[in-house]
């Protein structure tokens, strides 16, 4: 028999286990409204309601506030996540997050996609045409006119996106607006691009690297009225 809070909401899935440790599994089945309370999701689509504890596998969640848990794998459509952890799980990974609102967690692999980000923190994954507020990003893809506003980037590739404040660790920015921040050293691909993203910024030292045809600069950088598509023709 379902768990009380199961009968509550009066959703009815169409297959489900109650462990021996009472631990409640929904196999199959479509959750519209009421209260999830703890369990394990492996499959189903999730229309709305709230989602306070539990481990999720597959389906697709289409709307309503996740407060904590585990997502492993699937397709966030839509809704509101207030903390947990994304994609940790070894085989499955993370899935996808799309149309919705990351308020903070552990974020570990998948695609983050025309989403708002608040907070947490960013182990891997693809950040696609999407907000960053505030956290720390470790590596992955930040790319396709998505925008960072604050927070601490420790490394991975920065493409066709705006970065307005923050600190820079390290890294490889391919292209994209640089407006103000802490630049700490990495790497810069294609120096014809600087005119782009870099006026009025100066390059303090500067190493010259080629790789496959690559060009990359490393060093720091302050803030100067030089523009630097002239500086690098005239050094």
């Not at 990974?93 to 980000?117: A, H, I, P, Q, R």
């Not at 820079?168 to 607006?177: A, C, L, P, R």
Request: proline share 2%; hydrophobic share 35%.
């Amino acid at each position: 028999m379902y768990p009380d809070w199961v009968l509550k909401s009066g959703n009815i899935p169409k297959d489900f286990e109650v462990l021996n440790n009472g631990i409640f599994v929904w196999k199959e089945g479509v959750w519209n409204k009421g209260v999830w309370e703890y369990g394990l999701w492996l499959k189903g689509e999730w229309v709305n309601g709230y989602w306070k504890n539990g481990i999720w596998y597959f389906g697709d969640w289409n709307g309503g506030i996740w407060e904590n848990g585990y997502f492993n794998f699937g397709h966030w459509k839509n809704g509101l996540w207030k903390n947990g952890f994304w994609g940790v799980h070894e085989v499955y990974g993370g899935g996808t997050f799309e149309n919705g609102t990351w308020l903070d967690g552990l974020w570990s692999s998948g695609k983050f996609y025309n989403s708002v980000w608040k907070d947490g923190i960013w182990l891997d994954g693809i950040f696609k045409k999407s907000l960053w507020e505030n956290g720390k990003w470790y590596r992955g893809s930040f790319c396709e006119n998505s925008q960072w506003n604050n927070g601490i980037w420790y490394r991975g590739t920065f493409e066709d996106s705006v970065f307005k404040n923050g600190t820079w660790k390290n890294g490889i920015w391919i292209s994209g607006i640089w407006e103000n921040g802490n630049w700490e050293i990495g790497y810069i691909l294609d120096d014809n691009k600087i005119g782009n993203y870099r006026e009025n910024w100066e390059w303090k030292t500067i190493t010259y690297y080629s790789n496959d045809k690559r060009k990359y600069f490393e060093g720091k950088f302050v803030k100067s009225p030089l523009n630097p598509k002239e500086y690098f023709k005239n050094n």
